[in-house]
């Protein structure tokens, strides 16, 4: 299957500067001290949740009733939205959507005899969102200089993570290393089997983004790093590191959603707070996190406050979306130690040259490895790297 035939889905808080000078989720904008980073991650995989919302209630349980409704809107009527535009950019419109206050998305492939220039892109949006905003400000953040033609529908009431369930499989990463869905019985109970159900979160394996980062931690670690996921999402990644023999994993969202499905998903790993420390990154002090001798939450003990400051990572990966990778080049390299890796996914193959040129003052050996239309990069960071 083509990169473009992805079933997209995102549920995530979005940050005011995902993309330049636009607002974050313009229908519920917020205050412009909000980091851009982790924002407008790219979800080209349709996850398979079970309703999980009880299963997590404990996690969710110091979550603002605000944004624990964004589970229930999964079951609420919403808005069919039908967008129109040109074939070479409907990869960056769809991300861009999704950026902007889309649930999901899916390109339709064209036939084989439509030599038309033009492509489909169905959308699903809350009730209450402004599509006419987002898709502006969608359009706009890409360089369109025109808003695409769309037709907007009200949908029935229906149960999207019931539907999602169908979608989501074992994946095997490579050999001796598969990601399981909770709901399903690991194919090969002997190998190294990360058991998940991502929720609302982005972050299922299946997705080439997600796959080069699993084979880039199954390559590097060798046992005893720290290790950081920038932007966790379900934590599949912090998961998994620990899996190989990471000795501690600390993963940081924006997204409340996101903290209470990464928790869960440790949990179902039998992998406690001792070993992942799962931090929210709240609006009103997220803007610490961008001062690399900060912490990331006030609730924060006194351990994981030395742990959150800058070069106190051996490997520092960030699989979120190419602006906030260029956006945030200095506040993500700065968690590593000087001869740390830092790797950056969540970017298309023609992205490279931009992440290698932003990040070639700050990593040295950088190496790129690809998968269908999708990019890792990965250096070493630089003992004294040049300011930019």
Known sequence: MSSSNFIKHLVCALSSRCFHQLSHRVAR????????????????ELPKPIPFAADISASLSSVPSSETSRIDSFASPYLSVNVRCHKDVADM??????C???????????????????????????????????????????????????????????DWIKKTQESFNPVEVTEGLWIVPEWTTP????????????GLAFGTGEHPTTKLCLLLLHRLIRGGELFLDYGTGSGILAIAALKCGAALSVGIDIDPVAIASARQNASLNDIGT??????????????????????AEEQSSDRNEVILKAEKYDVVVANILLNPLLDLSE??????????????????????PSIMDRYSQFLEAISVT??????????????NPATS
Not at 34 to 42: D, N, Q, S, V
Not at 115 to 129: A, H, K, R
């Open 29 to 44: 904008p917020c205050p412009s001290s909000i980091p851009r980073f982790f924002t407008g991650r790219k979800a080209r």
């Open 93 to 98: 419109l769809s991300e861009a959507l999704l």
């Open 100 to 158: 902007f206050g889309a649930s999901s998305t899916t390109i339709h492939e064209k036939d084989a005899g439509d030599t038309s220039n033009e492509i489909c892109i169905d959308s699903i949006f809350p009730e209450d969102e402004d599509v006419s905003m987002c898709i502006s400000h969608a359009a706009d953040s890409i360089g369109l200089k025109q808003i695409p033609k769309y037709e907007v529908k009200l949908g029935d009431q229906y």
């Open 187 to 198: 194919p090969d109970v002997q190998a190294t089997n990360i058991i998940l159900n991502p």
């Open 274 to 295: 001792d070993k992942v420390q799962l931090h929210l990154v709240p609006s009103k002090t997220s803007s610490r996190l961008m001062d690399p001798c900060g912490v």
């Open 331 to 352: 506040n993500i390299v700065s968690f590593a130690k000087p001869g740390a890796v830092v790797g950056l996914s969540g970017i298309l193959r023609e992205q490279v």
């Open 370 to 383: 690809e998968m269908d239309d999708w990019a890792c990069v990965c250096g070493i960071k630089k003992t």
